[in-house]
């Protein structure tokens, strides 16, 4: 009882202040060490990062120094109620905050989030005020991902819609019936805004599908002093639009800035939904296969089709904006797998994954070079010598586990059982099907369980169906047919 942990705070924020004076050293040995050319290209950057350590550091100071002096609020250390004084912010809206702190107080916004550090999820997690993120369409899945993402603190968000907010979307989260009539645009950065001031919000009111749209998005996504105007100043764009021509014009902006980006898709019946992981020439690019959906038989071009009312859940499109964000978080933040290709079925409450390549056979010219590219750069003696050293090591590695035997008495006497039933023997059970089995129908890139293409394909007719419905197979050739159905065109009636 009379050591309250109050004393570890001066300790601790001595450790912080040498920990960050350590790291002000290393980046000026680095600024000193850098040659003119790279110095010119880094120095605002790493200006802004010595600014940041610099204020920590002051803060941590600063509470060194004021350390002793907090009594009264040690008095109530009980751990209930949160002394109001601490953060001194006045109500509702707060100033911006220079840089994200791991301090656990009821005043800091980022203290849940800094602790994914801590429990080591997260390696940097503050590397996310560096990151841009475009998200393109800003209604039922895209607001709730610029909500979220915003929340998390992102450096930049660039926000696209050309519609306005309406009565009818009120079944879904984020926008409000006082925004009716605003642009969605308009709306959410306001909104945006006050939940997060230190995140940079621009908003385009614009539809990215026209002539001047296309060019005017591509603009909105370049680094301004690019003198090649090829680079992409985004980390990654979320397409949360509800339309074809949308997706094929993200896709295309995107195979152009070779900009990784993220589709996600909510099925017109409102009960399924899917993300999937675009990065020219490295997966598939959008027109590579046809849309994928999760079981529900969905024609993409149908979505947003005059006349047609689709169904919508703010449960769905708020698991889909989850899903998305969770994946943007991941793939921006370096932790955990992003899946290519993850689909929701809320019926079954079936979560499919899986990988897809890029067609060589492609529509698309330009994801035909990317891939082309991204091969080279697989073939480069660059990248076969990383990965012949990565395979040595994990021989390495592999041959050290061995080393080790892995029981020397069996106890328990456990023994690992086979799969197989026992009465019938594996042999038996794969090969007899494969003798009768029918001829392979056209060949089609394999799906996942529970995955379906979003648009009608041609997946020929299987042996059964043609015998089911009476076909049998055709000898003659296509000429005798031809000449045949020539006699009998003759004939008339
Ligand atoms: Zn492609």
């Known amino acids: 009882m009379s050591d309250t942990p109050t004393a570890q705070t001066p300790q601790s924020s001595i450790a912080r202040a040498k920990e960050l004076t350590a790291q002000l050293r290393h980046l000026q040995d680095q600024v000193e060490s850098l040659d003119a050319a790279l110095v010119q290209e880094n120095v605002s950057k790493l200006g802004e990062q010595v600014a940041r350590i610099t204020e920590k550091l002051q803060t941590a100071l600063s509470k060194v120094s004021d350390a002793p002096a907090p009594a009264a609020p040690a008095a109530a ?59 393109v369409g800003v209604g039922g899945v895209g607001s709730v991902a610029a909500e979220m993402l915003t929340r998390c603190g992102v450096g930049r968000l660039l926000i696209y819609d050309y519609d306005k907010v309406e009565l009818a979307n009120m079944n879904r989260l984020f926008f409000r019936p006082e925004h009716c009539g605003m642009t969605k645009t308009d709306a959410a950065k306001k909104t945006l805004q006050e939940i997060n001031p230190d995140v940079e919000i621009e908003s385009y009111t614009m539809n990215i599908t026209t002539l001047q749209g296309f060019d005017a998005f591509k603009a909105s996504l370049l680094q301004p002093d690019d003198p090649a105007g090829a680079a992409s100043r985004v980390d990654l764009v979320l397409s949360c639009v509800d339309n074809y021509e949308a997706r094929i014009t993200i896709n295309q902006v995107c195979l152009e800035l070779q900009q990784t980006w993220m589709e996600s898709g909510v099925s017109e019946d409102a009960v399924a939904g899917h993300i999937q992981l675009l990065v020219p020439g490295e997966t598939a690019c959008f027109q590579c296969v046809p849309p994928l959906v999760v079981a529900s038989g969905i024609d993409e071009r149908t979505l947003k089709r005059e006349g047609v009312c689709a169904a919508s859940l703010p449960t769905t499109m708020g698991i889909v904006a989850g899903m998305l964000v969770q994946a943007a978080l991941k793939y921006m933040l370096d932790f955990g797998t992003v899946s290519k290709y993850l689909g929701y079925n809320s019926l079954k409450d079936f979560f499919p994954t899986m990988e897809i390549k890029p067609s ?76 009768s089995a029918p001829a392979a129908p056209a060949p089609m890139p394999a799906l996942a369980d529970g995955i379906e293409y979003g648009m009608p394909v041609d997946r020929g007719v299987d042996a059964a169906t043609l015998a089911a419905e009476g076909i049998g197979a055709v000898d003659e050739s296509t000429e005798d047919l031809m000449a045949q159905l020539a006699a009998l065109g003759g004939g008339g009636k």
């Open 360 to 435: 060589a056979a492609c529509v698309n010219g330009l994801c035909r070079q990317r891939q082309a590219e991204d091969e080279a750069r697989r073939n480069s003696p660059e990248a076969l010598a990383a990965r012949a050293a990565a395979a040595a090591a994990a021989e390495a590695a592999e041959a050290a586990a061995a080393a080790v035997p892995l029981h020397d008495e069996n106890e328990w006497g456990i023994e690992v059982m086979g799969d197989e039933p026992s009465g019938a023997p594996a042999s038996a059970t794969s090969s007899a099907p494969a003798a």
């Open 77 to 135: 250390a009980t751990g209930a109620a949160a002394p109001a004084a601490a953060g001194g912010a006045a109500k509702g809206a707060r100033g911006k905050i220079a840089a994200m702190s791991a301090e656990v107080v009821d005043s800091n916004p980022y203290s849940r989030l800094m602790a994914l550090q801590r429990m080591g999820i997260v390696k940097d997690y503050e590397r996310i005020r560096d990151k841009t993120v475009a998200v």
